[in-house]
């Protein structure tokens, strides 16, 4: 008993650890080894059940091969051999009824309209493009082509000459050429800004992608001393939170400009609140857009922007477009609010009762 605790355990095994199993196989003969392969793996596993079979090749032949004997054999052995007889025997006998398929007679056939004389005699003189005006006059669009219908519809002539059997063709509309670029030059713009030029009310950089940031913040802080632009467009610049915190600090001292669009940049919701607050106070300001920004605003800048409008009375146009319920109904207000003002002044209606109203809210 202790020996098998000791050979299982491994201590008797130490002896077995030198032997060289190559040297072994090596000696032994090719009919030992294959009886030790086959003592070692009988399945041969690694082999499709079907592949599982002993060599066959090692037999030696029984004859010479010859092939054209081989096929000759094949054949003859083929026509010798008798088919299967059937259990029943075809007969050629037809049993049942064969398929007769039903005439459907069409009840309205034979009923054809009566019309007037004078109105058969014009149908039957008509050609098809005739008939395909009176169609599209009669509202039967579905028997011709949109651009037939409509054209006969346009024109009071024959419009149609092809008829109903016309090659419906695909309409070749003229290609809409893209927008030129925007030639402004920043940087003429910005000595104009900064000279105050009477002559520059309106200035567009939408959609120039090349302009530097700094140049940007300049254009923005320049609105503090200059007295006749009225409307600045940076849409799609690349405008970022340096160049908001730039245009906020020129709106505090801007009193004349009256359209802002600052559409699709990069402003965040810290950036735009500073444009709000400079905003509220403004004098003039009636439009201002900016939405499509890459980076949500938030609550609390949505937030910020209803408080501004709330308090403002100046603004009648707002483009952005609120994610939050509160802020969203809060601008609305507020924004026809500042509308009725308007009309009311315009038609000399008094306003204090309205504006009355509004600052106890």
Do not use: W
Request: net charge negative; aromatic share 4%; glycine share 6%.
């Amino acid at each position: 008993m202790a020996g098998l605790i000791k050979f299982g355990l491994g201590e008797d095994l130490e002896k077995y650890r030198d032997i060289d199993e190559d040297a072994i196989l090596s000696s032994m003969t090719e009919e030992e080894l294959e009886a030790l392969n086959a003592e070692l793996d009988p399945d041969n596993d690694l082999l499709p059940v079907g592949l599982r079979q002993h060599d066959q090749t090692k037999k030696s032949p029984t004859g010479r091969f010859d092939r054209e004997h081989l096929l000759k054999y094949l054949e003859k052995s083929a026509r010798e051999h008798k088919d299967r007889e059937d259990l029943i025997p075809f007969t050629g006998e037809k049993k049942g009824k064969a398929y007769v398929k039903k005439e459907v007679k069409d009840e309205d056939e034979g009923d054809e309209p009566i019309l007037d004389p004078e109105l058969e005699e014009a149908l039957k003189e008509a050609t098809d493009g005739e008939l395909c005006d009176l169609a599209a006059i009669l509202g039967m669009h579905t028997l011709m082509s949109n651009d037939q219908y409509y054209a006969s519809l346009a024109s009071g002539e024959i419009a149609n000459k092809e008829g109903f059997r016309s090659v419906v063709k695909c309409t070749a509309y003229p290609q809409v050429q893209s927008e030129p670029p925007n030639t402004t030059d920043p940087h003429e713009s910005l000595a104009k800004l900064q000279d105050n030029d009477s002559d520059l009310t309106d200035l567009n950089l939408n959609n120039i992608k090349n302009i530097a940031i700094p140049t940007l913040g300049d254009i923005c802080s320049s609105l503090a001393n200059n007295t006749n632009l009225k409307y600045l467009s940076m849409a799609s610049t690349r405008s970022n939170d340096k160049v908001a915190q730039a245009l906020a600090d020129g709106l505090k001292e801007n009193t004349t400009l009256e359209r802002l669009n600052i559409e699709s940049n990069f402003i965040s919701g810290d950036g735009m609140k500073l444009i709000m607050e400079a905003v509220v106070n403004h004098p003039t300001l009636t439009e201002i857009r900016i939405a499509n920004q890459r980076h949500s605003l938030g609550n609390s800048c949505e937030m910020a922007i209803a408080d501004m409008l709330r308090k403002n009375r100046v603004v009648l146009k707002f483009g952005y477009s609120f994610e939050v319920p509160g802020p969203r109904d809060s601008a609305d207000h507020s924004l026809t609010r500042n509308n009725d003002l308007v009309r009311r002044r315009r038609l000399g209606l008094p306003t204090e009762d309205l504006e009355e109203e509004e600052d106890q809210e």
